[in-house]
């Protein structure tokens, strides 16, 4: 559990897309960010007040967490500096680095003197149980993709603030790294070991109120040959009581695979809802989101309306349209 | 991979079953196993030659895979003393206890000391890729099953046995612990993190003959909550070209899960089949292997007869009536 809030370290950000898990953060919860900390020459601005350590602790600010990407993948001289000093003024730091925090003994030794935690969201720091597949109480709601990276997390964010907006229950439950910065907690599901990959999902999503939905962030897909195993865990270790479709219409193969068409929306339903009811025999697919960022407003509009009529359920693209939809049909089942 | 023939430890075993390890080398690999080695009160006996370090040394062993569960699951002081002259005899030594070899300084030190390798094949020792999903020469063959501990290993290994003696091309690839102290050789997929799962079974896996089959253990079972991502990523990472079914018609739930019940071999079969598309459209379900233990003759002549009927498959117990008809199947579409 990271402590928030959080001072959003920006570094020497090359362009605006490198700071995007800090612009991730200050989207999805601007509370958790007190301010930005930018070096000379960062070229990223997430339009947050600038301040330095000082001013930061002062306004309450418990952990540094580093919003942008490193260059060439090594944490430079200058960037030490700067989270050296962090751990001296007393923050904590977060990073979701491939270069581990816990990999520099010089923030190690600084951390252990001064009583700071190095968080390294790539690593779990829990000893997750073997899933037992007891049913719990709450209500669950899972994003499963055509593809990796069409919306899921997006998709589970926006519903999620939704709706709070409304009054309902509902927890964003985060299984990446951007994720887990935003929120300050989750699990790094691709680096869990298998044997407690489901396992790990139901500590993520424990019992609850019966009005509360947890909002699981979805991982993979079911049909990407590299990363459907981590999807599966999530069906079974989540036992949703609702799926979201998510789909990126123009994309002409799957991520990273070449050789491979994605499925149609009929196949993912077709394939995820009956290992859902495994877990869960009253599961549901209530909705469908569409990541429509390639495609005119007209494109969009009738890809929707055509999916809507095609698939009987609501569909639409959260960023572009809102999710409220997708969180009527969620409150038509809750 | 670990160094053969071996010695096979049987130590203190307090009846043949604690041994079920050893007799798994001696029954598969006869060639693997040199001799026994039984310490005082040892009640475990493979009928293979009792010898000292020496007289196994002089016959050739190499290593020595311990070859029974330990009593409360530490390495005792009596074992160590075997252990610790063993590696002062030259040998390696080979482990699947949860109790790592590699955890014991004294054995680590000793290893250092003599240039010795300690194998816990619990562990990963390789650094697997991500899987990138390319079509791999040869064929493949993945045991599923309705549950967990159905006779998947059981089924691959004997067929990879009828095979050899047919004079096909075969290679059975372990994905467990026993499998890999049979075999010398694999991967300890339920220890791999998440991310590199199926990647580690395109490792195993690689391209080969046209005619050859790699017989790969199947572990855990889609329709398992608690292991089903270790399936999914059997499926899409050994991109199977032919299925067998595994079944235990007695069970009455899902092992460790008492709420569940086992899918019928119909389910079983309309889920995987899908899903072994994704890797491979030409994958086929080609038969049935049937646990039938807890059955008289009568009952599981009469069981498979159904099953064949039923499903129009071949169907047997490779334990009790062979595993021909399987590789006859595989044989037709090989």
Not at 124 to 148: F, H, M, Q, S, W
Not at 199 to 205: H, K, N, Y
Not at 261 to 279: G, I, N
Not at 298 to 306: C, I, N, P
């Amino acid at each position: 559990m990271i402590q928030t809030p959080y001072l959003l370290f920006l570094g020497d950000a090359p362009d605006q897309l490198a700071a995007k898990v800090a612009q991730g953060i200050k989207d999805w919860r601007p509370d958790n960010a007190v301010g930005q900390y930018r070096m000379e020459g960062c070229k990223a601005d997430l339009g947050l007040t600038d301040m330095d350590l000082a001013q930061a602790k002062a306004a309450g600010a418990k952990t540094l967490v580093i919003g942008v990407a490193n260059r060439g993948g090594v944490i430079s001289k200058e960037w030490k500096k700067v989270l050296v000093m962090a751990l001296e003024e007393g923050f904590d730091l977060a990073s979701g680095l491939h270069n581990l925090l816990r990999d520099e003994p010089d923030l190690v030794a600084v951390a252990e003197a001064t009583g700071r935690v190095l968080h390294d969201v790539r690593v779990p720091e829990v000893e997750y149980p073997i899933a037992n597949g007891e049913k719990r109480g709450g209500k669950r709601c899972l994003a499963v993709g055509t593809d990796c990276s069409v919306g899921k997390m997006y998709t589970a964010l926006a519903m999620d603030r939704e709706m709070k907006e409304r009054g309902m229950k509902s927890s964003f439950r985060a299984t990446g790294q951007t994720g887990i910065l935003i929120t300050g907690d989750g699990v790094p599901l691709d680096a869990v070991v298998a044997d407690f990959m489901a396992g790990s999902i139901e500590w993520l999503t424990p019992d609850n109120d019966d009005d509360h939905w947890d909002m699981i962030e979805g991982q993979g897909s079911l049909f990407h040959v590299s990363y459907s195993g981590v999807t599966m865990a999530l069906i079974h270790g989540g036992q949703p009581d609702a799926l979201i479709l998510c789909h990126e219409p123009t994309r002409d193969h799957m991520r990273g695979l070449p050789g491979y068409k994605l499925p149609s929306l009929e196949q993912l339903r077709d394939t995820a809802l009956p290992l859902a009811h495994v877990a869960n025999p009253a599961c549901q697919v209530v909705g469908v989101s569409v990541n429509t960022q390639h495609m005119s407003d007209d494109e969009a509009q009738s890809y929707l309306a055509e999916v809507e009529t095609r698939l009987g359920l609501p569909a639409t693209d959260p960023f572009r349209y809102g999710s409220a939809k997708l969180v009527d049909a969620l409150a038509a089942i809750g």
